[in-house]
Every structure is written in structure tokens, then in C-alpha cells.
């Protein structure tokens, strides 16, 4: 069964220049940077080498495949594994934060599908369970590790059980850390495992009728629903008779 991992939010880019992957693909490769709860996380940030040029410096938001690899990045003092992300569509620029604003970057949120792996008594007790999943970054069977948990600061996920090894699974989740290979992931959604999906055969469905939602929010007013009426608010303020008044006239 397919697996797949990809990271949606923003990613901080900077020196840019280009790039040879193994078997003579080329890429535009970046000093990227992911806003975490501790501090940002350095990765390298690879964007499609066709493209013209490279990203400006700058923080982008898009959607990229993530896996791992055990070079580390010219932006990275380490030799451990460091993740890759492989940009699967066009980033949008984003206006740069004030010097004073002291707002927080929203942390990147991981989609993953996979199979659970087996891991250690001390993973199982902390209420978390790995995955590991292979898939194609910039060469076929790329490997990504995620280690999930279940935060106890969400009460719906108490009597949620772990899935089991071996268990299909997707999960929805934030990156809060990346230690010894794995991404640390705090969940926020999970499907335990597929199931049989049954179609109904059903006809066109009609057109929808688009609005417009104002995102600047401001000057503007709570709006009035363009249905309502004198007459209804005077219809639902009045009392309807009840059964027994009805009976006896």
C-alpha cells in the first residue's frame, strides 16, 4: 500500500543556487528553515531545477515531500541526519514580520500515510507509536521516520488507542522537533487503517454560488442576512399555542 509524507506551512529560504542530485538531476537548492516551538530547524530546500531562478530570500508557504538524508547541509553543523524538503508546488511569498512583532510562526503541519513499526517499551508508554515511510524525493525509496504522540493535553485522544504495528494508518500533526532521524510529530487527527469505501451512483451535483469572505477585516459591519425580514422576526417572536389550548378549541 502507497505511503507518503508531506510538510504544509511555511519555510524561511534563503541562498539560493544550483544544484546536482544524484543521477544528474538538477535542483535549485536553498538554506531553508522551519519555525518550531524551540527555535527554527535548518533543512535544505529543494525546488524544481526547470524553474528560471532560484527563491529570494525570504519566508515561503507551499506544500513539499520530506525525507532524510545523513549529508548534512551547508547550513547544518552536524553530520547527523538533517531532512530534505522537495517543493510540490509553486511557493507563495510571504510579507516579512515587523522587527517588533513578537507573533509566533505557526509550526509546519505533517500529513503522513504509512505503516506502523515496530519500536521500544518507552515509546509505547509515552503514548506514541513510529512510523516509517519510503518515497520518492529526488531518487526513488527515500526514507522519512516519524515517532507520533498523542498530547495529553487533548482529552479526545485519551481513549484513543495506538495503532497496532504493522497498522495502516494516516495521521495529521504538527512537527515539533527533530531528534536521532525521526521528525517528533504531536497528533491532532488519525484514521486507524483502511477501509471499504461503497460509492453510490449519483447524478451532476449543481453549481454552487460562490461569496466573497473580506480577509483585511476591517470596516465593516456584522451584515444582515439578505432573506431576513420584518415579518419573520415578528413570526418567530410571537408564542404558538400549545397542544392542550389546541384540544379545547
Not at 12 to 24: C, D, E, I, K, P
Request: charged share 15%.
Amino acid at each position: 500500500m502507497a505511503s507518503c509524507c508531506n510538510v504544509h506551512g511555511v519555510v524561511g529560504v534563503r541562498n539560493g543556487r544550483a544544484f546536482t542530485y544524484s543521477q544528474g538531476k538538477t535542483f535549485w537548492k536553498h538554506d531553508g528553515f522551519l519555525p518550531l516551538p524551540s527555535g527554527d530547524l535548518a533543512v535544505d530546500f529543494f525546488t524544481f531545477g526547470g524553474d528560471p531562478a532560484p527563491l529570494e530570500d525570504g519566508p515561503y508557504s507551499g506544500i513539499a515531500r520530506v525525507v532524510s538524508q545523513t549529508t548534512a547541509g551547508s547550513n547544518v553543523d552536524t553530520s547527523d541526519p538533517i531532512l530534505q524538503l522537495f517543493a510540490t508546488d509553486d511557493f507563495v511569498a510571504m510579507p516579512l514580520m515587523a522587527a517588533e512583532c513578537d507573533s509566533q510562526m505557526p509550526s509546519p503541519a505533517f500529513v503522513t500515510v504509512g505503516r506502523v513499526c515496530r519500536s521500544n517499551l518507552d515509546v509505547n508508554q509515552n503514548r506514541a507509536f513510529d512510523i516509517d515511510v519510503s518515497q520518492y524525493g529526488a531518487a526513488p525509496q527515500q526514507l522519512i521516520r516519524l515517532r507520533c504522540f498523542y498530547p495529553s493535553s487533548h482529552t479526545r485522544f485519551h481513549k484513543t488507542p495506538l495503532p497496532n504495528v504493522g497498522k495502516h494508518v494516516v495521521v495529521h500533526g504538527y512537527l515539533t522537533g527533530f531528534h536521532h532521524g525521526r521528525c517528533l510529530i504531536h497528533v491532532r487527527d488519525i484514521a486507524l487503517g483502511p477501509g471499504d469505501i461503497t460509492s453510490p451512483t449519483t447524478e451532476m451535483p449543481p453549481s454552487m454560488t460562490l461569496g466573497r469572505f473580506n480577509w483585511k477585516g476591517r470596516g465593516t459591519k456584522r451584515a444582515k442576512y439578505e432573506n431576513d425580514s420584518d415579518g419573520d422576526h415578528t413570526s418567530a417572536s410571537q408564542p404558538t399555542p400549545s397542544s392542550s389550548q389546541s384540544a379545547c378549541a
